[in-house]
């Protein structure tokens, strides 16, 4: 960590806080830019620690908006989880209370369904985004290769609970290491 | 107009104590591996019957509208309709607290072990195993969905943008979202 403490929790909330505001369909939706953030632009975590942590994540119950939480917790510890938290929950959290209170006029009105089906692929086309960027930094041979296209292929064709394709990525992670 | 006495019924607020909403919503995020969307319509729906499943997808179809993670801002509109703002507050708390503190359990375990070679092998492994996830999450979701053509170019515009080109989010969805909502508002007379 560089830098005073309260620079780099500012630099957090100034960071995650817009992004809370465009987080189409959910946090996948701003992992590439968190990534490119994080990484690229203020180098407070490496490549790999940023992809690991997204794991860890996975690997953990509770919505996946929590890996932000995570990430501010290893930059800045708990000052730092608490800011990542508040600021790409924050902002959305306000707007879905606002909007609450004009629920009925809302669910009346005809753009709704237009909206939701129009956000439907977008969504979807960051989520791959997401996944492409973390088996960038995850996939340095071609047995982690493997492994990202065998769990992909397994979510796309069964209905495995994904714990045990994380489970299983892990112990193939060792068993390469040994052989 | 027949539409709105059961409007009326559906918008009163259920009789949710606060402890209730944070129990509740604590279970959720605690059994939610993965996505906790399927929990939350099993314990407001089928366990606890404070919506009906009617009212339930309608919900969700708004905070699948709004940004962020639909099931926070589940908890928020549902949070605030029974118990206002400190309904809502804690809701979402219920929701992350117990999932946040298993989570960094695991990440203070992998902070103590992440040096150890094995260890770094594993981590290896799962990270590209949670690379396939989301991979194949994000494929099963746009196949199951079946968007017209054009949609699905915009789907996959925004996919080359933010994920090969990497250009920024933001004005990357300036344009592509408007483009969305109008080709689905037009596509569809």
């Not at chain 2, 507050?89 to 150890?116: K, N």
Request: net charge positive.
């Amino acid at each position: 960590m560089t830098g005073d403490p309260l620079r780099m929790l500012l630099g957090l909330l100034t960071t995650f806080a817009p992004l809370s505001l465009v987080a189409v369909g959910g946090a996948n939706a701003v992992i590439p830019e968190i990534q490119h953030q994080v990484v690229a632009v203020h180098h407070w975590l490496p490549d790999r620690t940023f992809a690991e942590l997204f794991a860890i994540a996975q690997a953990a119950p509770g919505p996946n908006v929590m890996v932000v939480s995570l990430i501010g917790w290893r930059i800045a510890g708990w000052p730092g989880l608490a800011v990542a938290t508040v600021a790409i929950c924050g902002p959305s959290c306000t707007l879905a209370y606002l909007v609450a209170r004009f629920d009925a006029r809302l669910r009346r009105w005809s753009w709704m369904a237009s909206i939701r089906r129009g956000l439907a692929p977008i969504a979807v086309g960051l989520m791959l985004a997401t996944g492409v960027i973390v088996a960038r930094s995850a996939d340095h041979n071609l047995a982690m290769v493997a492994v990202t296209a065998g769990v992909a292929l397994t979510v796309l064709l069964t209905r495995v609970n994904p714990l045990w394709l994380l489970a299983a990525g892990a112990l193939a992670g060792l068993a390469f290491a040994v052989l | 107009v027949s539409e709105i006495p059961t409007e009326r019924q559906g918008t009163a607020a259920p009789a949710v104590s606060r402890s209730d909403l944070f129990l509740a919503f604590s279970k959720m995020g605690l059994l939610g591996f993965g996505g906790v969307l399927p929990w939350a319509r099993r314990v407001v729906v089928e366990e606890r019957g404070w919506l009906s499943d009617r009212r339930f997808t309608e919900d969700l179809g708004l905070c699948q509208v709004l940004p962020g993670p639909n099931i926070v801002n589940f908890a928020v509109v549902f949070g605030s309709r029974c118990q206002g703002i400190g309904g809502a507050v804690l809701a979402v708390a219920g929701l992350l607290l117990v999932p946040l503190a298993v989570l960094l359990v695991l990440a203070v375990v992998y902070e103590q072990w992440r040096g150890v070679p094995a260890v770094q092998h594993a981590i290896g492994g799962l990270t590209a195993a949670a690379a396939g996830l989301t991979l194949g999450t994000a494929l099963k979701t746009g196949w199951r969905a079946r968007p017209a053509v054009t949609l699905a170019l915009l789907g996959a515009a925004a996919f080359a943008a933010v994920g090969l080109l990497r250009w920024p989010l933001i004005p990357v969805l300036v344009v592509l979202v408007p483009a969305a909502v109008l080709t689905e508002r037009w596509g569809r007379r």
